[in-house]
């Protein structure tokens, strides 16, 4: 049973102090050859702080793009983009690059880990791009791997964890820099059902803790997870629903 949120726009609309993601019509087309692939077609959409949403969408539906526009790893070609009360949307690649190490943890479905290093290390990454110093960035490394559990594997290489556990770290790494929005990919596509459901509640500790999730995913049970869905289908918004029972 789910609630249906209506939401209305206007472009020039500013986000209010507790909206981290508000897109006006947001557009991305793609030229391949002669032909436009319509990719997103005007998504407006408003997440505000503390929220746990799930994009859902089958192959082609633009959820992909969206995420890729979210986590500012791409550019639309028309509409606007707010995080965190900062426009995005016309920055360049380099200011793009720093809302991204600042404002986003991102989680994917395949780990993206640092094969030689350990635990500690390959959370620390981002703190280093960051120029933050040696000491404190052990600290606060130390202190996102106790946070996920993993306290007792901070010297364990990723062919020496579970792949459970590799996700732990990945998601310690995503945490480290305190960021406006977790933004996870299939987090668990790569991992039996058990694990993935451990990492599922995972995320529910981290939703109840303050932190604000956007989980891509096209699985229902993924997706359940979640207080609200937003369904995207041929690159526009099909529902945006809040789950019965949530707030």
């Known amino acids: 049973m789910t609630v249906t949120q209506a939401m209305l726009f206007r472009t020039g609309d500013t986000p209010t102090p507790d909206t981290v993601i508000l897109t006006h019509h947001l557009t991305r087309e793609y030229v391949m050859g002669a032909e436009v692939v319509h990719a997103l077609r005007g998504v407006d959409i408003q997440i505000k702080k503390n929220e746990f949403v799930a994009i859902m969408g089958p192959s082609g539906s633009g959820k992909s793009t969206l995420m890729n526009l979210i986590g500012c790893l791409d550019t639309p070609t028309a509409g606007e983009y707010w995080l965190n009360g900062q ?59 106790t946070q996920v559990g993993l306290a007792d594997r901070m010297d364990h290489r990723p062919n020496e964890l579970s792949g459970g556990q590799r996700q732990r770290v990945a998601i310690a790494r995503a945490l480290v820099n305190s960021p406006s929005i977790l933004l996870a990919d299939e987090p668990t596509g790569n991992l039996d059902s058990a694990t993935g459901n451990e990492i599922m509640m995972l995320f529910e500790e981290l939703h109840q803790a303050g932190q604000t999730i956007v989980l891509v995913t096209h699985e229902h049970d993924i997706a359940a997870h979640a207080h609200r869905q937003i369904h995207l289908h041929d690159g526009k918004i099909a529902r945006d629903e809040r789950m019965e029972g949530q707030t």
């Not at 986003?104 to 640092?114: A, D, E, M, R, S």
């Not at 791009?129 to 040696?134: E, K």
């Open 87 to 145: 426009k995005v949307s016309d920055l360049s690649d380099d200011e793009l690059a720093r809302i991204r190490n600042k404002e986003i943890g991102f989680v994917f479905q395949t780990f993206n880990l640092l094969p030689r290093a350990d635990a500690l290390h390959n959370v620390e990454l981002p703190l280093i791009y960051a120029g933050m110093s040696a000491k404190e960035r052990r600290e606060r490394a130390a202190g996102s791997l």
